[in-house]
């Protein structure tokens, strides 16, 4: 797990292996964000916000879009060790979607069963089953013999 002197390190980490004219067009041309920003100018900005000296900060919106990019997430990761949060997990859409399958034939399982349950109790159930269960017994059992 990864630790940071600061954010401007975290920063860093994120943009890791990627130069900032590739980051300017990503943000321009790819995400958007920048549309019609002079790539020079663009580069110029992302090396601004990643220079503790400069006082250029990127947005959250800059930063999410960069993530996608790079796939690293040091600046989520920092905010959540400043904040005291546990740090998220990319999402694994094939594990979601086998969880979600198995959540649902629990489900199902559970439903036939309890389907299953309510059938015997309420007299519907074939009369093999029904013939299992103790027979109810009369009330009198609990009057006692002699009435005061």
Known sequence: MNRYVDGYEALRQMCWGHDAYAIAYHLA???GIWKGR???RGAGRVRSCLSREK???FRMSEIIAITRLTRQYDAI????????L???QPTDVAAQ???LRETIDDA???LAGASDSLS???????????????????ASHFRSETRH
């Open 38 to 40: 002079d790539p020079e």
């Open 97 to 99: 979607v086998a969880q």
């Open 29 to 31: 041309e790819v995400d």
């Open 55 to 57: 006082k250029e900060f």
């Open 86 to 88: 546990s740090r998220p």
């Open 77 to 84: 990761w920092f905010m959540c060790d400043e904040l005291g």
């Open 108 to 110: 199902a399982r559970r």
């Open 120 to 138: 015997r109790l309420s007299g519907d159930a074939p009369p093999a089953i029904r013939g299992r269960a103790p027979a109810p017994r009369p």
